[in-house]
């Protein structure tokens, strides 16, 4: 019986973000941002935990705040693999100088950049990230045959993942979000339901009680 796909952005990572600094620093600050594990003081909210003890599987980005964010979901008592797969979408620097920006503006600068076209040598560019993502939404409905899924991601990434599910890539049929909380922010998290295509087709299960949740649009 089929169950549900459930995305879920990773929690607050141990990094500042209280500096200005150019576009090139922002490149270094960025991968200490993907070495960085959650902040010491991070905890899951109540009922993206309820849904990780329904999900038959919790699995995870291969990325240090990722996989500590499962870990906190499960109690550490559950395998959760991770998957360089899930990874986040890439910002690379953009080639901008002279500019001293916070790196919450430098990801919303860099990422304009990116979708425009600019991927240095070696990056994965925007389409390139699309065809992973469409491998990702793939994957996720297999593994939802077996019942629901918890994937703990990243936020660019899990909004491609929505643009996609609703959208039915790969045939995988189309899939409803039903519920959602957090918009985007650390913590926030969708679930999805099969409405259509190869997800109908192998049946809906009960699902079991979830908590109160925002409606989705």
């Not at 995305?7 to 150019?22: C, F, Q």
């Not at 990325?63 to 910002?91: C, F, H, K, M």
Request: net charge positive; hydrophobic share 40%.
């Amino acid at each position: 019986m089929s169950g549900r796909i459930i995305t879920a952005r990773h929690g607050r990572p141990n990094v500042s973000r209280d500096l200005k600094i150019s576009a090139r620093e922002y490149g270094a600050w960025w991968a200490a941002y993907d070495d960085s594990g959650l902040h010491p003081d991070e905890r899951p909210p109540e009922g993206l935990k309820v849904l990780a003890a329904a999900a038959p599987l919790v699995i995870s980005s291969s990325l240090p705040r990722a996989i500590e964010t499962a870990r906190q979901l499960t109690d550490g008592t559950r395998e959760a693999p991770a998957d360089p797969l899930y990874v986040e979408a890439p910002l690379p620097p953009p080639p901008v100088p002279f500019f001293r920006l916070r790196p919450g503006q430098w990801g919303v600068v860099s990422r304009i950049f990116w979708i425009c076209g600019f991927a240095p040598e070696g990056v994965e560019n925007h389409w390139q990230t699309w065809e992973r993502v469409d491998r990702i939404v793939a994957r996720l409905a297999a593994l939802a045959a077996d019942g629901d899924v918890l994937l703990c991601a990243h936020g660019y990434l899990n909004w491609m993942i929505d643009r996609r599910l609703r959208r039915g890539a790969n045939r995988i049929g189309v899939w409803r979000r039903s519920a959602q909380s957090g918009g985007n922010d650390y913590w926030s998290w969708r679930v999805y339901e099969p409405i259509g295509g190869l997800g109908e087709a192998a049946g809906t299960r009960a699902a079991p009680a979830r908590p109160a949740a925002k409606a989705a649009e």
